[in-house]
């Protein structure tokens, strides 16, 4: 990915008729990706490794997915 591509994460809640689908989207270094709360759209913002966390909105689960960032001609 070069520098301010995108691409979008998408959680999906487990059990499927769960009343409460929503999760919240969060980078562990936003020097590296940013990521929208809801949406999960991560922008690449420098290389590096980051985590994004996908956390249920009543907080009891979460999923997180690393991302290496390496420059766009590797």
Known sequence: MAVNDTATLTAIVSP???TNQNVA??????TIATVTPKLGKVTKIADGDVDITA???D???TAIC???N?????
């Open 59 to 61: 907080g009891g689960k």
């Open 66 to 68: 690393h991302i290496t």
């Open 25 to 30: 989207f969060s980078s562990s270094d936003t």
């Open 16 to 18: 499927s008729d769960a």
């Open 70 to 74: 390496k420059p766009a001609s590797e």
């Open 55 to 57: 956390t249920t909105e």
